[in-house]
């Protein structure tokens, strides 16, 4: 089957009583056992069965199978955010006196975890170009447990190589861990590039219009004793499991996720090829030019389409809080790929605890604003943009 057919049709594991056409929320905490080698075998995981919802839950489970059989992985496991996903991946693969090989480019939470949370464990970070095979060749040393990447940094809109870095992965015995959250992974195949685990906030674009929180962690089984790790230790010890009723709406938005993204896609790169006209931007960020310098190697890793987010440099800190403070239409809102467009400026928000040094170091600029494109009509959204990005007007700074 397709793809598009596949998110729409899974089989419940066991016979639903009432033939239930969509998974049931399983709204409960615990499950009763036939008798004690039933439940011993439960608890052990000698049987596929729920034992206790912190660590499987019906609905969950059948989200998670949809997910597995949608990219062909070994194991999904379903956490309650995206940074869940992120922070559960590293303890499952680093320990006190290891790295991980990683860029500053990345979305702010995941610096600072990396950077600050987990150095207080003894985990320690090397950053470096991961554009640039070679810095990532001199990075890695003994002790690195991970290279890991955002596959469309937030919000550089940088790509790397991903069939580069696992070559360096797998000659040094490490795991490739992808955050593929900006594309869609029914849209490429993130194993055949040689991803060995990713992650994805299914806030985005599988909620189906931001009306949940989640995430997901998606491991190929090239990582020995990773998946294990994950289920027997992470999810038992840490209790950041997703919950059934996110489950249940993430469910029903992996079914219309297919035919919501190439719309969001296709707006952002009308949106983009428009919005260069307008003479009060001064420039547009966005893979999916054909002018972009990534242009060409995201068109062959994640195929024709290049995700609904883009940047706008207005010049100045001032023009970006003027802009923001004159939108009509478009939201004044964080997150990415709600059904409704989303406009914030990342350096005052996002990366604002940071340093103005930091920033500079992660290349957020104070002059960009971040767009993630929705379903609305492009027209209408160009028109939005255009009146509150005209000179001239007070802002609010």
Request: proline share 5%; with cysteine; hydrophobic share 40%.
């Amino acid at each position: 089957m397709k793809k598009q057919t596949q998110a729409i049709h899974t089989w419940f594991p066991r016979r639903d009583a009432y033939q239930a056409l969509s998974m049931p929320v399983y709204h409960t905490a615990a499950y009763e056992f036939d008798d004690a080698a039933v439940m011993a075998d439960a608890f052990c995981g000698r049987i596929d069965a729920p034992d206790y919802s912190r660590v499987m839950n019906p609905t969950v489970t059948y989200f998670e199978n949809k997910v597995k059989q949608l990219t062909g992985a070994a194991e999904v496991i379903a956490f309650s955010s995206g940074m869940a996903a992120i922070s559960n991946t590293f303890l499952a693969v680093a320990a006190a006196g290891k790295n991980i090989v990683t860029s500053r480019h990345m979305f702010g939470n995941t610096y600072a975890l990396v950077s600050a949370t987990l150095s207080r464990f003894g985990v320690q970070v090397h950053l470096c170009d991961l554009t640039d095979p070679g810095q990532v060749e001199a990075a890695v040393d003994v002790d690195t447990c991970c290279i890991y990447l955002e596959i469309i940094t937030n919000p550089q809109l940088e790509v790397a190589d991903l069939s580069a870095l696992s070559a360096i992965a797998r000659r040094r015995g490490l795991p490739l861990i992808a955050d593929t959250t900006l594309i869609p992974f029914t849209e490429f195949s993130a194993r055949e590039l040689g991803v060995d685990i990713e992650v994805v906030s299914s806030t985005k674009y599988l909620s189906g219009g931001a009306t949940s929180i989640g995430g997901l962690v998606i491991d190929y089984g090239t990582c020995p004793g990773f998946g294990k790790r994950m289920r027997t230790e992470m999810l038992l010890n840490l209790g950041a499991y997703m919950t059934p009723h996110v489950a249940y709406m993430q469910t029903l938005g992996l079914e219309t996720l297919d035919a919501r993204y190439r719309v969001q896609a296709s707006n952002a790169a009308r949106l983009a090829e428009r919005l260069r006209l307008l003479p009060s931007i001064r420039q547009v960020n966005y893979v999916g030019l054909p002018d972009n310098p990534y242009y060409d190697l995201a068109r062959r890793q994640f195929g024709p389409t290049a995700g609904a987010m883009l940047t706008i440099d207005l010049g100045s800190r001032e023009a970006c809080f003027r802009f923001i403070n004159r939108l009509q239409l478009i939201r004044r809102a964080t997150n990415l790929f709600d059904n409704k467009t989303l406009a914030i400026h990342p350096a005052s928000t996002i990366f604002g605890p940071f340093s103005e040094n930091q920033r500079r170091q992660m290349d957020v600029s104070e002059s960009i604003i971040r767009l993630s494109v929705g379903l609305e009509d492009v027209d209408d959204l160009l028109e939005d943009i255009r009146q509150a990005a005209a000179p001239g007007g007070p802002a609010d700074v």
